[in-house]
């Protein structure tokens, strides 16, 4: 039996292929890689369907960071050309995340930049989450604060959070080479006190800042062992203005060779593609969604995507359907793990019948973070983006620094930075 009808039968069991079997997909050729393609979705069709669920992320503090996550457009001493404000009022929070909703999203995902929130913030972000389900009980919210202190997670719990995103990033030999900050450790120690509060683990990496195929593998088998309910994957967006602007990795195909060993690694786990999606994968999209289950509605913390309606265009086009808010996400067997572990109970969150629930682990997929990555991040880079603010934006949204022009060779103009949504006055993209 070759690689692939190996990794095929193991996760049609929902059973983990080994460390070399992962390093193995990494290592395949162009020409074999429609069969991966394939292969993976074999797997991500038996226990998901061909649904997609839809993440919205608001930004709720955007840049400002203290701390030095090289991938990161809001870290200590960027000088990309983000929005930058603090808290955003509970009602606008709930102004942008209804967008999303209307949008098809199922799980909305608060974001603040920073090492970790205050007890005070946690207070805003209970506010927020109770002006949000107010307007519509079944969203399920994940949130992204960074490095949670104690009792921090079951304050969240309690106030209705479902979910907390956390991302490790990269491996544990390689994490001081990104961000000095925090460690490694920190960020395991964040998911594991998420869990075990009860909330959902939403916890996954960056691909594309320098890293080895061991690394990747390093990575994401530590978050299977976390017990992550959510995976997103970021292609690293090279944002102007940050350490890693260089560094332009990846081609659609390396993408499509990652999401499929995440895939591998995390059969019955939610994969998300997550920033960089379209500066990436681009034209490839499409086929990242027989491999995924799930992504990104419209635009990222600090980049924009691409229109919320071409992503609902794609994901008709391409013959899968968007997971209504009725329907779980996680196979029966993930959420039973997940009840057993204290998560929720029901509902769109955890439970059993959640959708990403609970599970044993670690997302906000995008979410920062304390560093980690907040989410989508991403790059943001600039562009073509004027330097100046737009007409509309709040006189506290301070634009950062002069833009500057793409290197050559380089695909800076593939990168925009976000001027709409949360934070601003002009609509979002959902
Ligand atoms: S990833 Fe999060 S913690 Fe790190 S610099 Fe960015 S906002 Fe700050």
Known sequence: MDLLDTLTAKGLRGEVPTREEALAVLATTDDELLDVVAAAGKVRRRWFGRRVKL???V????GLCPEDCSYCSQRLGSKAEILKYTWLKPEQAADAARAGVAGGAKRVCLVA???GPTDRDIDRVTDTMAAIKDADPEVEICVCLGLLSDNQAERLKAAGADAYNHNLNTSESTYGDIATTHTYADRVDTVQKAHGAGLSAC???IAGMGESDEDLVDVVFALREL???SVPVNFLIPFEGTPLAQEWNLTPQRCLRILAMVRFVNPDTEVRIAGGREVHLRSMQPLGLHIANSIFL????TSEGQAGQTDLDM?????FEVEGAGEATLPRHRADIAAASGCGSTGSGC????SSGCGTTASAASACGSGGGCGPCGGHGHGDEPAAVPAGIPAEVVANGTPTEPADGLRSDLVKVRRRGAGTELAPNA
């Open 55 to 57: 993440n919205y992320l």
């Open 59 to 62: 930004n709720l503090k955007s």
């Open 113 to 115: 930049s920073g090492r």
């Open 203 to 205: 916890s996954g990496l």
């Open 227 to 229: 017990g992550s309910d």
């Open 298 to 301: 419209g635009d990222y913390l």
């Open 315 to 319: 994901i008709k086009d391409a013959g």
């Open 351 to 354: 439970g059993s019948t959640a």
